[in-house]
């Protein structure tokens, strides 16, 4: 039998007030993808030339549908826990606990990472920091939980925060994308595929490359019972907040490769501020540098929202911890918040000796994959719920779902084995976790039933 909704009806974050609005929705949208990623991304990019422009619209043409697949679910049900609570309502518990399970360890270890990378841009401003180990460690942990603490003291200051630095981080985007484009040179764009790969291999490779700039467009949906009209406001943030994305990201990816030249940018260890040296000198490398962490910052706060609400949904229907569940006097889980943060604190001690590639690649992998993966399945709970609506669904509800999930299917097969593998692994892990958690649920259900 279907599961219900999880969460339908929950009350709001503080003293029963809904305190998050369009634009903090839509700022968590937009803050949540905009991390480190896009900083680095042209250099990836330039070595297969500008046909990785078509890797951009395919990508953000996939991550349109998923933006509008979010949209419609939270339409018709819009509970906390987002992708959880959308693949439980369609699909029943144990796929809900997977989801869950994934995307819970999938905050921890993307929060890990963006704390350490966050302290990798500080580095620029302090370069004593790149000679010692356990100082970035210390102040990756010192960001963590100061934002920690934000977000302990409601979802209403989470939110400002998210407002803030989302604003602040799109300021040298945006200066580079203006200033760049009157500036640009054709001649820098180097040839159409340089990787000398077969064009659908080039093109699969950059959409590869691209998809982990807009992970988190779902991020609004996740704190459903803390936003004012959900199923209004959060589907139109969620629109708004990635269409805004990917204008940013395609922009600013071409105003740094008409800046740069095609051999430079290939090498370069910080395209941005190859482009902003070229426009402003020494000066613009520090101020790419500042929006960089400013960048970081902004999304480690977001993505900690995100890891109260995700357990505090599941828990509500006894797949966590019912201590999870549980809303401070300032109506936010923070048993969720403190328990993540403590995980992410472990990674980043036990893994602090291997810098921050090693971390932040290994989060990265966990990360894609996990969050495919909920994409995926949420897709089929939304084809499944349309299917069983007794011809009463729209075709063009249809198509986005099955579209959907053909895009999150094609993303997963392209993120490459050991991917895979590390994913598939992880959630068997959860296993279990599951069945010790759901121990005499059927005793209980039929004593509730016959009750």
């Given at each position: 039998m279907t599961a219900g909704v999880a969460g339908a009806g929950g009350a709001g974050s503080e003293a029963g007030e809904r305190t998050i609005g369009t634009w903090t929705c839509a700022s968590l949208v937009a803050g949540n993808m905009i991390g480190s990623g896009i900083f680095l991304l042209?250099?990836?990019?330039a070595a297969y030339g500008s046909i990785s422009f078509v890797g951009w619209l395919l990508t953000s043409g996939g991550a349109l549908l998923l933006a509008l697949l979010f949209s419609g679910l939270c339409r018709v049900m819009p509970a906390a826990g987002g992708p959880y609570a959308y693949t439980r309502a369609g699909l029943g518990d144990f796929a809900g606990f997977l989801v869950a399970w994934g995307y819970w360890i999938s905050l921890i270890c993307g929060n890990a990472a963006i704390a350490v990378a966050m302290v990798?841009?500080?580095?620029?401003?302090?370069?004593?920091?790149q000679g010692h180990a356990l100082a970035p460690a210390l102040i990756a942990l010192a960001a963590l939980w100061l934002l920690t603490a934000v977000n302990l003291a409601g979802v209403r200051s989470a939110g400002r925060m998210q407002i803030l630095t989302t604003l602040l981080k799109l300021l040298p985007l945006v200066a580079i994308i203006v200033v760049g484009l009157f500036a640009f040179d054709a001649t820098n764009l180097g040839p159409f595929n340089a990787?000398?790969?077969?064009?659908?291999n080039a093109v699969s490779a950059t959409?590869?490359?691209?998809?982990?700039?807009?992970?988190?467009?779902?991020?609004?949906?996740?704190?459903?019972?803390d936003v004012r009209d959900p199923a209004t406001t959060i589907p139109r943030a969620t629109v708004a907040g990635t269409v805004t994305v990917a204008v940013v990201y395609i922009l600013a990816t071409l105003a740094v490769m008409g800046l740069v030249s095609h051999e430079q940018l290939a090498v370069s260890e910080a395209p941005f501020a190859d482009a902003a040296e070229r426009l402003w000198g020494p000066t613009g490398a520090w101020l790419v540098a500042a929006g960089a962490t400013v960048s970081c910052f902004g999304a480690l706060n977001g993505w900690i929202l995100l890891t109260g609400q995700v357990p505090m949904a599941a828990?509500?229907?006894?797949?966590?911890?019912?201590?999870?569940?549980?809303r401070s006097a300032r109506g936010v889980p923070a048993v969720g918040l403190v328990v993540?943060?403590?995980f992410a604190t472990v990674l980043i001690l036990m893994n602090y000796t291997r810098g921050l590639v090693g971390l932040f690649t290994f989060a990265i992998l966990l990360s894609t994959l996990t969050a495919l993966v909920p994409y995926a399945f949420s897709a089929i709970a939304r084809l499944r719920l349309l299917l069983l609506a007794d011809g009463r669904a729209s075709r063009a509800a249809l198509f986005v779902a099955?579209?959907?999930f053909v895009y999150s299917f094609w993303a997963i097969a392209g993120a490459g084995e050991d991917v895979v593998y590390l994913g598939f692994m992880l959630l068997l892990a959860g296993l279990p976790v599951y069945a010790w958690l759901t121990r005499g649920r059927r005793a209980e259900d039929a004593a509730?039933?016959?009750s």
């Open positions: 042209p250099a990836a990019l990798g841009y500080l580095g620029v401003f302090f370069g004593g920091l990787s000398g790969e077969p064009t659908l959409a590869a490359l691209t998809l982990w700039a807009f992970l988190g467009l779902e991020a609004a949906t996740v704190p459903a019972d828990a509500r229907d006894r797949l966590f911890p019912a201590r999870l569940a549980h993540s943060s403590v099955a579209a959907a509730e039933s016959s």
